[in-house]
């Protein structure tokens, strides 16, 4: 295995993957047990201030809007907020169709394959993939609470996704390809599963230049959005060497200096000495990519036909409860 | 407030503009679509503009996703939400609400939210440990009584 971003990195893929997951294990109980993320309340502005939580512009863009406030950005854990926001809205930019077939990679709660499902509509399917159980329990509850039926979470990881091949109109993913430790199988995986004309429409954390071998080290880092990320040119190379055309990154967003203390915050490194080193370096970014060949009709049914013959066991719903109130 | 934005309760078919507002201001989604029939929203043209939420913790309340769009802030209109949310409280049989902020302790005092440590509302609205690890170090843990409860 190559990997792709630590220059020297001793880390292994499987000891990333624990990392991960555990990290992200450990979020997805939480909200499934006590109901509840790291809910900042927010509110208008409070006296002398533009605006307590978010943007402080006038007009509100959720594709350029601050994501991180400096105040968010204080005190929300890396994992909770990259758990719920990713660094984009992948379904506001994806450009879903009626009938297409959606893959969302590191699903997560489940959020975006939801918005997605609604958007390719009952003769379309919203495919969620996660690798953490206490994940695809929460985006079970998430879809049922939905009353989603279009919708189907498979465990499973990135680098080796559980589906046919040449069966997804489009992939989606919110900040999740810098988490793993081999993004050339995660994007060859992605050319595999998608049709021919299929669409990769990827939000991810990119990086422009070097950055320290310090803080590509860091495993907090590194589950909080930044450490994993690849470098911009990097990126369009490796999309291009697995097969795909059409590739462009749209910067949709560029992190500050105080972002990145927001980042480094908890690693154990001096954030007054990197924040500067980072400042502008990092930026959520929206991916594009197509896989080339003519777009077919979006056939649904293939897809779940085929995973049946491969006999993918579909991630059964096991409701997590948690307090004796929460499901009262 | 004016008279054009309408206070209405959420239905699932409000899930991705919810989501979309909340990510905007930077407040979590993973659970929303589980908590949606908790949320109030506010509708001005058909836009939310504003969200709001409970969560019933036995007789503690966690108020959650208070937010407005930036564009339409400082007309009151996230105090309309929130005397919505702790209405559907009182119902809930709540008698404190809580809510933990790092943007808007000031805010909330004003309202009549006062401090409590993490221990405390730990001990009411979840379990401690979870709790402590959910509430960021640098976030504000509040409370208050519900206006018009048993409490």
Redesign the interface.
Known sequence: MRDVTTAGGDSTIDSLRTTVRARYG?V?T??A???????????????GSS????????????IT?????E???????AE??L???GCG?P??LADLQPGEVVLDLGS????DV??SA?RVGPTGKAYGLDMTDEMLA?AN???A???ATNVEFLRGHIESIPLPSNTVDVIISNCVVNLSGDKRAVLAESFRVLKPGGRFAVSDVVVRGAVPAEVQRNMELWVGCVAGALEEQEFIGLLREVGFEGVSIEPTRIYKAEDAAAFLSGSGLDIAQFAADIDGRFMGAFVRATKPGAAGAPRVATAARALETLGTPAVDGAAACC????C? | MTADVRIERAEVDDLGAVVELLRGVGLPVDDVAYHIEAFVLAREDGQVVGTSAIEVHGDAVLLRSVAVAPSHRGRGIADVLMAESEAMAVIEGARHLYLLTTTAADYFAVRGFEIVTREVAGAAIGEAMQFRSLCPASATCMRRAVAGGIG
């Open positions: 450990a997805a939480r909200v047990e006590s109901g509840s993320t790291a809910g900042a309340s927010c509110c208008g502005p409070a006296s605006g307590c939580c978010g943007s402080s512009t006038e007009s509100w863009d959720p809007a601050n994501l991180y406030d105040g968010q950005a204080a005190g929300v854990p909770a907020l758990a719920s926001l809205n379904t506001a997560g709660g489940g959020i939801l918005l609604k929460l509850e998430n879809k609470r939905a009353g307090g004796p109130d929460c009262s």
